[in-house]
T-cell receptor, first 114, second 116 residues
Framework: DQQVKQNSPSLSVQEGRISILNCDYTNSMFDYFLWYKKYPAEGPTFLISISSIKDKNEDGRFTVFLNKSAKHLSLHIVPSQPGDSAVYFCAAKRIIQGAQKLVFGQGTRLTINP | EADIYQTPRYLVIGTGKKITLECSQTMGHDKMYWYQQDPGMELHLIHYSYGVNSTEKGDLSSESTVSRIRTEHFPLTLESARPSHTSQYLC???????????????FGPGTRLLVL
């Protein structure tokens, strides 16, 4: 039972345009959502997060939108740059047996074309 | 920025060998985690630790074991490696958290394990 899903394994965007990465979840108990970015041969690095009580969080070129009724979140990158080419993981946080746990999606490989 | 290290980065080993994957962090974080990730798949939590002498099983069953004798060190051991253990293993750490607050998990670069 996959609680966090990223249905697009890959996305290709022209440099300077907007990149939109999507994520769906099934569990209403998640209280935070996060995006991680991963380059080849490196571990994931934290990018941006949003609390379940918010619907938008912005940090520079990155904005995350949360639609709780649809159980959907998206990451917008604008303008997209070649250095944004990476795998992006959506993750959701909940408390289970007193421990804060992250549940990850499968990732979306973003390629920014010059 | 968190400093978290994993060694080896790549390991090719024969079936039946005992292996230990090392993970160290210099941030003094209480919480540490091990994830397993296959290509194109999600990260699965296999072990975590609240602090020294604390170890817990994660969401994905794993034949590996972990120990936490020192705050900065969280090694993962496979007593007898098998081809089914071939995967990427990612270590992470985070500070102690207050309920309702967001903690950020910082990841190491990972160890790619290939068992022949």
């Amino acid at each position: 039972d996959q609680q966090v899903k990223q249905n697009s394994p890959s996305l290709s965007v022209q440099e300077g345009r907007i990149s939109i990465l999507n994520c769906d979840y099934t569990n209403s108990m998640f209280d935070y959502f996060l995006w991680y970015k991963k380059y080849p041969a490196e571990g994931p690095t934290f990018l941006i997060s949003i609390s379940s009580i918010k619907d938008k969080n912005e940090d520079g070129r990155f904005t995350v939108f949360l639609n709780k009724s649809a159980k959907h979140l998206s990451l917008h990158i604008v303008p997209s740059q070649p250095g944004d080419s990476a795998v992006y993981f959506c993750a959701a946080k909940r408390i289970i047996q007193g421990a804060q746990k992250l549940v990850f999606g499968q990732g979306t490989r973003l390629t920014i074309n010059p | 920025e968190a400093d978290i290290y994993q060694t080896p980065r790549y390991l090719v080993i024969g079936t039946g060998k005992k292996i230990t994957l090392e993970c160290s962090q210099t941030m003094g974080h209480d919480k540490m985690y091990w994830y397993q990730q296959d290509p194109g798949m999600e990260l699965h939590l296999i072990h975590y630790s609240y602090g020294v002498n604390s170890t817990e099983k994660g969401d994905l069953s794993s034949e590996s074991t972990v120990s936490r004798i020192r705050t900065e060190h969280f090694p993962l051991t496979l007593e007898s490696a098998r081809p089914s253990h071939t995967s990427q293993y990612l270590c992470a750490s985070s500070e102690s958290w207050d309920r309702g607050k967001m903690e950020t998990q910082y990841f190491g670069p990972g160890t790619r394990l290939l068992v022949l």
